[in-house]
């Protein structure tokens, strides 16, 4: 299970949001092993007001926070980081320097989706990769 929130200016994440969540699902599927009908993305375009960046960064600055249960090694949350940084600058166009990545892991019975907690839903992917 995952889900997972895209911030960053309007001007900049509106014109993108379809293609960085294909870009940015096509590397849950391949580093997490996710079936390719999964997907929950939740974009949160914001006003320049609103979103300070750190020094350095354009106006493409993007925050990426992905929640997921606990269980998936290192190596792969690293591969997973990895190819976010590597596909959104060659697909997408932005530089890794204004992509900024987070995961956070649960425990499955922190999670409640389809009327069950999480640790009592059987699922169609392995979480341990």
């Not at 995952?2 to 940015?24: C, F, H, M, T, W």
Request: net charge negative; hydrophobic share 40%.
């Amino acid at each position: 299970m995952s889900q997972i929130k895209i911030y960053g200016i309007k001007e900049a994440l509106n014109p993108v949001k379809a293609r960085l969540s294909d870009v940015i699902h096509s590397c849950v599927v391949e580093a997490l092993h996710f079936p390719v009908d999964k997907r929950a993305h939740r974009f949160f375009p914001m006003e320049a007001e609103d979103f300070y960046a750190p020094a350095g960064r354009t106006n493409r600055y993007t925050i990426i926070e992905i929640s997921m249960f606990e269980g998936r090694s290192v190596e792969t949350k690293t591969h997973l980081i990895r190819l976010l940084f590597e596909r959104i600058a060659q697909e997408i166009g932005i530089s890794p320097q204004d992509v900024e990545v987070t995961i956070t892991e649960t425990p499955r019975h922190n999670w409640g989706f389809r009327g069950l907690p999480g640790h009592e839903i059987e699922l169609n992917y392995q979480v341990e990769v």
